[in-house]
Every structure is written in C-alpha cells, then in structure tokens.
C-alpha cells in the first residue's frame, strides 16, 4: 500500500538524518535481569533514532522527510512501504543495492531497558552519500544551503558528524541533535560549536560528553551552554528537564506516570519539542509539552 503521489512529494518541513531501520523489541511485564527467561511480547516496527523523530512529526501534523541508507533487500522494501503509508517523504533516502536493511533489537522488563543491539553497519558504510539531497540541488547546495530544520541523531560516524559540524551544505540549518544513546554521546562534540545546534540529551549523555557530573538536567544545560552550544535540552528521567541558552535556563517536571516501554522516549520528547515551538510555544510551554508528550509515551498512552 502506498500514498498518493501528491503526499509523498510535499516540501518537507523539516528533515530527519541517522537512522531508519527495523526496530525488534521484546517486552515484558516482568522485572528482569541478564540471563531472564520470561513470557512477554515481541514486536517488528519501523524505528531508528531519525525514524522515531519522522513518525512523532508527522503525528503532530508536520511533514518529515527522511535521509539515511535503506536497503534494496526484503526488509528494505517493506520498510519503505511502511514509512510511506505513515505519510513520511521516503523520496531522498539513499537506496544501496549492496548494504542491508539496519536492525535494532532490545530487551525491556517492567525494570526498564535489559540489553539491545544496534546494527546500523550500513548507515556507518553509506557515509556522507546520504547526504547528497543537500548537495546536488534538490534539497540545496553549497551556495545555497538547505535553510530549515534538520533533526540530527549520533547514529552517524564520528567523522561524518564532524564534517557536517564544518560543512556550508549546515551553514544555514536550525540543527536539533540527538545523540542516539549515551554511548555515542561524545559523538556529538564537533557539533557543539554550530551556531544553529540545539542539543538534546539526557543527564548521563551530558555527563559523557563533557567528562563532569551533574545533580540534575539545569546544571547539566547551563554546563553545555558554558562550553559552547547554543542551546541545550537536558531530561532526566522522571525529574525535571531543562533549556539552557543565552537567556537562561527553565525547568519542567513531567507528569508521573507507571512506565511500560522505553525505547523511543527520547525521540518523541525531541519531536514533541519540536513541533511545540514551531506552532509558536514559548520556551516553557514547549519544554512541559515535550514532558509531557514523553510520559504519555512511556505510560504506553500515546501511538508509537
């Protein structure tokens, strides 16, 4: 099943790079520990960091494009049929006829995330060529960069991180950066100093990337700020999140809630803070709803 042509050839509103892949994710209602053998449920759904982000846009009626390497194997064909009866612009991913489809596995118990696996080899092996669309002229070029918001997630290399970091194809873009997991964190320091980055990271990815503790998500931001970064959003679990930038730092506190999933909190808090502050929301307003946006997602309340 796919879309209308006219959908799926929409300017986007804003492009989500890293990755789309398969998300496989065995959760159960059990506490868990390594070696736990226990009944519970499997699930196959699209996912990657850039994915999760594209699929909480476009839940919030916006129109995400998205860039990354795909497939031409069975897993890649249904995957891009997948995303398109989501309603998200497929038309500018990198196809490969020689790397597979990626996967993500994990392991969930009422205790939170066990364990999990990210194979994203080929997104690491289509390097920069999944970047073209702002090169060549459809989404932009050197002389005329791609002037827009891009959502950013560690998934890529190290040296391509630091290539967009000092790229004109970037001069230009409202860059929001996610590190994909805390132990790709420090992935993210060339980006620091792009005067158009937001970083959105957790307590202990800030802690990663700057090699210091933090008490809670404020000091955190107002730290990534002092080292340069534009702007910081810092979460903190079920504790308060902050915003830091030149103008100071404001806090909210998102509801409690009983958590029964885990995998893709980060992304829908990123996506949800997003389009609150496209639709206008001031600073405040944007961080509660994104605070909120994640525990409904983690309550499993909300889609996704």
Same mark, same amino acid.
């Given at each position: 099943?796919?879309?209308?042509?006219?959908?799926?050839?929409?300017?986007?509103?804003?492009? +989500?790079?890293?990755?789309?892949?398969?998300?496989?994710?065995?959760?159960?209602?059990?506490?868990?520990?390594?070696?736990?053998?226990?009944?519970?449920?499997?699930?196959?759904?699209?996912?990657?960091?850039? #994915?999760?982000?594209?699929?909480?846009?476009?839940?919030?009626?916006?129109?995400?494009?998205?860039?990354?390497?795909?497939?031409?194997?069975?897993?890649?064909?249904?995957?891009?049929?997948?995303?398109?009866?989501?309603?998200?612009?497929?038309?500018?991913?990198?196809?490969?006829?020689?790397?597979?489809?990626?996967?993500? #596995?994990?392991?969930?118990?009422?205790?939170?995330?066990?364990?999990?696996?990210?194979?994203?080899?080929?997104?690491?092996?289509?390097?920069?060529?999944?970047?073209?669309?702002?090169?060549?002229?459809?989404?932009?070029?050197?002389?005329?960069?791609? $002037?827009?918001?891009?959502?950013?997630?560690?998934?890529?290399?190290?040296?391509?991180?630091?290539?967009?970091?000092?790229?004109?194809?970037?001069?230009?873009?409202?860059?929001?950066?996610?590190?994909?997991?805390?132990?790709?964190?420090?992935?993210?320091?060339?980006?620091?100093?792009?005067?158009?980055?937001?970083?959105?990271?957790?307590?202990?990815?800030?802690?990663?990337?700057?090699?210091?503790?933090?008490?809670?998500?404020?000091?955190?931001?107002?730290?990534?700020?002092?080292?340069?970064?534009?702007?910081?959003?810092?979460? $903190?679990?079920?504790?308060?999140?902050?915003?830091?930038? /030149?103008? /100071? +730092?404001?806090?909210?506190?998102?509801?409690?809630?009983?958590?029964?999933?885990?995998?893709?909190?980060?992304?829908?808090?990123?996506?949800? $803070?997003?389009?609150?502050?496209?639709?206008?929301?001031?600073?405040?307003?944007?961080?509660?709803?994104?605070?909120?946006?994640?525990?409904?997602?983690?309550?499993?309340?909300?889609?996704?």
């Amino acid at each position: 099943m796919s879309l209308p042509q006219t959908h799926m050839t929409q300017s986007p509103d804003i492009l +989500c790079i890293g990755s789309v892949l398969w998300d496989v994710i065995g959760r159960s209602t059990r506490a868990m520990q390594a070696g736990s053998d226990v009944p519970g449920r499997i699930t196959r759904l699209p996912g990657g960091v850039a #994915m999760n982000i594209a699929m909480t846009l476009k839940r919030f009626d916006l129109h995400p494009a998205l860039l990354s390497v795909v497939g031409q194997d069975l897993d890649g064909q249904e995957l891009i049929a997948a995303a398109e009866v989501l309603g998200l612009n497929t038309a500018y991913l990198y196809r490969s006829q020689d790397l597979p489809t990626d996967r993500y #596995m994990a392991i969930e118990g009422s205790n939170g995330l066990i364990a999990a696996i990210a194979d994203a080899h080929s997104l690491e092996a289509a390097g920069d060529k999944i970047l073209r669309p702002l090169a060549d002229g459809r989404l932009g070029r050197a002389e005329q960069p791609f $002037h827009g918001l891009i959502a950013l997630d560690g998934n890529l290399t190290v040296g391509l991180l630091a290539q967009i970091a000092a790229s004109p194809l970037f001069a230009r873009a409202d860059l929001r950066i996610a590190p994909a997991s805390p132990g790709k964190a420090e992935r993210l320091l060339p980006l620091l100093g792009h005067p158009g980055a937001t970083l959105y990271v957790n307590v202990e990815e800030a802690e990663l990337i700057l090699g210091r503790d933090f008490s809670d998500a404020a000091e955190a931001a107002s730290a990534l700020v002092a080292r340069g970064a534009n702007r910081a959003v810092v979460t $903190h679990g079920p504790k308060a999140a902050a915003k830091a930038d /030149g103008d /100071g +730092c404001v806090l909210a506190l998102p509801p409690a809630v009983l958590a029964s999933r885990v995998t893709g909190a980060g992304d829908t808090f990123m996506a949800a $803070h997003i389009a609150a502050e496209l639709r206008g929301a001031g600073a405040l307003q944007a961080l509660q709803a994104a605070s909120n946006a994640a525990a409904a997602y983690v309550s499993g309340k909300s889609e996704g």
